[in-house]
Nanobody, 126 residues
């Protein structure tokens, strides 16, 4: 079992920044691939970023250069630093994890992940 809890969401004006955190617990945390996804009302859940030990960090084209994902193994926390936010970034952001061995391309697919947090709302205004 892997338990995930997101925090750090809120309201920010366009061009601003937010930092999301995901606190993870469970014996599989150290071996899990971690990801961030987001979902806006009426839209499909979309990939944001993912991290694994063997191949590093992967980002969606829409956030590359603006968002940065990191993982703190000691404190069991993953973070998503979001800069230069725009209104299109408004969504509920979810932390996800998987114990499965998957190829890099599958990291961008939501169905590859078994564990999910409850989500945290990010609203970008202006």
């Amino acid at each position: 079992q892997v338990l995930l809890v997101e925090s750090g969401g809120g309201v920010v004006q366009a061009g601003g920044s937010l930092r999301l955190s995901c606190a993870a617990s469970g014996r599989s945390f150290s071996s899990s691939v971690m990801g961030w996804f987001r979902q806006a009302p009426g839209k499909e859940r979309e990939f944001v970023a993912a991290i694994r030990d063997t191949t590093g960090v992967f980002y969606a084209d829409s956030v590359k250069g603006r968002f940065s994902m990191s993982r703190d193994y000691k404190n069991s926390i993953v973070t998503l630093q979001m800069n230069s936010l725009n209104v299109e970034d408004t969504a509920v952001y979810y932390c996800a994890a998987t114990e499965r061995r998957i190829i890099n391309s599958a990291l961008r697919t939501s169905t590859s992940y078994k564990y999910w947090g409850q989500g945290t709302q990010v609203t970008v205004s202006s």
